[in-house]
Structure formats: structure tokens, C-alpha cells
T-cell receptor, first 111, second 114 residues
């Protein structure tokens, strides 16, 4: 069982809709959670991080964390074609607190 | 402020050849990392350096060596390249090792081993 699980997609949403990306993790001791975006052929770049249960909003992006259920999600409101990318979930875990990466969810926003 | 830079951007090697991938950061970060990314495997940590003068193995260190030349530079060496090392290699840096600090990635090196 992978330690960080993401639906590979592709997730397809129309322009202007809300895109919902989910990530589950296995280490109950994890404290820090990150969402990175990776465009095709490019390197990952940080979108948001979250440490506390609940929601964290940054512009059109909202990260949601539920430690009891061991999942973290990313909502993208008013999705734009420029949001089309692969979204990587990374979770800090283990005794040495290394980042554990999910395989990513591919998002396609259709005009 | 260039962030994290990597050279070369592309490289083709024959099996058994050696090469060094270079990485430099200008953000005064203490920690640096080397990842490889393969389809279906995601990002996997090869080696990391928590601070100048230290290096540690990551998830997939076999076949690689690293050198933390100074605070800015962290190189990855393939001594005898194998087709299984065909991948995209990313260097990253952060203020402190892992913890909650954002990792900033370089543009990547696309390596093909024939």
C-alpha cells in the first residue's frame, strides 16, 4: 500500500467549475501537507501547504485537511484552462520527516 | 535571483558511461535534494544534504553518488550509467531539511541511457 494515494485521473472539468482533488495518507503522525502543481515537461511548484485541521484558502485555491480521516484535498474554484496540470500531494512522514509524494492527479480544464 | 539551476537540461549516454549533474541555488538554503521522476513511480528521493558538509541516502541511492561542494552547489554523479537510470532528474532546495519548509525545484535534467 502506497503511503500517499491520489487518483491518477484524468479529472476533467469545464471552465469555471470547481475542481476537487483528493489525497489520502497512511502515517497518522504526519503533520505537514503540501500541494504542488506540475505542468507537462516542467518542475513541481508549490501551491499551498496546510498543517491544521480545517480549511486554508489562498485566492482560488482551498486546501482542506482532516487528520482523523487521513485525507487532504485541494479545491480549485473558477477553474481556468491554465490550471490544467498534474497536482502532486506531498506529506511529511516517518521518523526522519521526509516528504512522501503521491503520484499526482492529472487535471484538464476544458474551455 | 535565479532560484535553483541545473545543468545540463538534456543528456544522452551510452550504458557504462559516467556523468555528473550539476545543481546550484542562490537562495541561501541549507538543504538540497536530488529526485528522479519516472512515469507511474512519481518523485523518488535519491540523496539529500541537510546542510553543507553532510549527505544522506534517500529512497533510491544505488548507482549514484553525490557531493555537496559548498552551500550553493550539490552534484549528482552516475559512475556507470544503466538504462534503468533513464529518467528526469530534479534538484531541489529548502531552508531547512524536510520539516515544513517549501522545497523549490530546478527545471530538471532529462537523461536517456541507451
Amino acid at each position: 500500500q502506497k503511503e500517499v494515494e491520489q487518483n491518477s485521473g484524468p479529472l476533467s472539468v469545464p471552465e469555471g467549475a470547481i475542481a476537487s482533488l483528493n489525497c489520502t495518507y497512511s502515517d497518522r503522525g504526519s503533520q505537514s501537507f503540501f500541494w504542488y502543481r506540475q505542468y507537462s515537461g516542467k518542475s513541481p511548484e508549490l501551491i499551498m501547504f496546510i498543517y491544521s485541521n480545517g480549511d486554508k484558502e489562498d485566492g482560488r485555491f482551498t486546501a482542506q485537511l482532516n487528520k482523523a480521516s487521513q485525507y487532504v484535498s485541494l479545491l480549485i474554484r473558477d477553474s481556468q484552462p491554465s490550471d490544467s496540470a498534474t497536482y502532486l500531494c506531498a506529506v511529511e512522514g516517518g521518523n526522519n520527516r521526509k516528504l512522501i509524494w503521491g503520484l499526482g492527479t492529472s487535471l484538464a480544464v476544458n474551455p | 535571483n535565479a532560484g535553483v539551476t541545473q545543468t545540463p537540461k538534456f543528456q544522452v549516454l551510452k550504458t557504462g558511461q559516467s556523468m555528473t549533474l550539476q545543481c546550484a541555488q542562490d537562495m541561501n538554503h541549507n538543504s538540497m535534494y536530488w529526485y528522479r521522476q519516472d512515469p507511474g513511480m512519481g518523485l523518488r528521493l535519491i540523496y539529500y544534504s541537510a546542510s553543507e558538509g553532510t549527505t544522506d541516502k534517500g529512497e533510491v541511492p544505488n548507482g549514484y553518488n553525490v557531493s555537496r561542494l559548498n552551500k550553493r552547489e550539490f552534484s549528482l554523479r552516475l559512475e556507470s550509467a544503466a538504462p534503468s537510470q533513464t529518467s528526469v532528474y530534479f534538484c531541489a532546495s529548502s531552508a531547512q531539511v524536510f520539516t515544513t519548509d517549501t522545497q523549490y525545484f530546478g527545471p530538471g535534467t532529462r537523461l536517456t541511457v541507451l
